[in-house]
């Protein structure tokens, strides 16, 4: 499985937008990136995928480079709720484009949200 | 709410009982998985199973048992539990047939202490 290479802990202070940076330069043309993140407690939790282009949805946005070696998600107005373990995932698709590969996960990023 | 159900959320077991960690979703999903996330070695996938009456072995299976005899269940099961063991799992599903739209959907976790 291609890897990929997120900073350990970010902070941020709250109703400020969060940038959380992904690398993944052995990336392949059949995988998607995919977000997840962790809630203090809970089980990981579905953020956003995309292949290419920037994806947007009500939780973040997803931010692709051309190369598609590098991705950010984006968390426009980070609130105390989004504290948590961001987990950036490369999933392949299979020769049909029917379905993923099982998910496999690295060590995320932590981020702080300051009051 | 649709979603995953696990039981029990704690347990405190002794070395060399057998246990069964139950997991039911609602949602018809045909895939679904087992993890365990430990301090410091992140979530690591135990088994997985991609549709009723197939299981498979993830990264770390040893001292572990599945089977999948419905849609809905994925019973987990330690034989003879160990305190390496110790850990908090997570059992999830996903509709990977559908996957270029939904993700997993994970559950609340049980927390297993083995001494």
């Known amino acids: 499985d291609a890897k990929t290479t997120q900073p350990n802990s970010m902070e941020s202070n709250e109703e400020e937008p969060v940038h959380l940076p992904c690398n993944h330069s052995?990336?392949?043309?059949?995988?998607?990136i995919h977000w997840y993140r962790q809630l203090p407690s809970q089980g990981p939790e579905y953020v956003i995928h995309?292949?290419?282009s920037n994806v947007n949805n009500r939780m973040a946005s997803l931010a692709i480079a051309e190369d598609r070696k590098s991705s950010t998600l984006i968390l426009h107005r980070a609130t105390l709720r989004d504290a948590a373990v961001y987990y950036c995932?490369?999933?392949?698709?299979?020769?049909?484009?029917?379905?993923?590969?099982?998910?496999?996960f690295g060590q995320g990023t932590i981020l702080t949200v300051h009051p | 709410i649709a979603g995953i159900t696990q039981a029990p959320t704690s347990q405190i077991l002794a070395a060399g009982r057998r246990m069964t960690l139950r997991c039911t979703q609602d949602?018809?999903?045909?895939?679904m998985y087992w993890y365990r996330q430990d301090l410091g070695l992140g979530l690591r996938l135990i088994h997985y199973?991609?549709?009723?009456?197939?299981?498979g072995k993830g990264e770390v299976p040893d001292g572990y048992s599945v089977s999948r005899a419905n849609t809905d269940d994925f019973p987990l099961t330690l034989a003879s539990a160990v305190p390496s063991q110790t850990s908090v799992y997570f059992c999830?599903?996903?509709?990977?047939?559908?996957?270029?739209?939904?993700?997993?959907?994970f559950g609340s976790g049980t927390r297993l202490t083995v001494v």
């Open positions: 949602m018809r999903h045909n895939a």
């Open positions: 199973s991609n549709t009723a009456g197939t299981t």
């Open positions: 995309g292949l290419t």
């Open positions: 052995t990336i392949s043309g059949t995988d998607y």
């Open positions: 995932i490369l999933r392949a698709l299979n020769a049909g484009g029917t379905s993923y590969g099982k998910l496999t």
């Open positions: 999830a599903s996903s509709d990977s047939n559908t996957g270029l739209t939904y993700g997993y959907t």
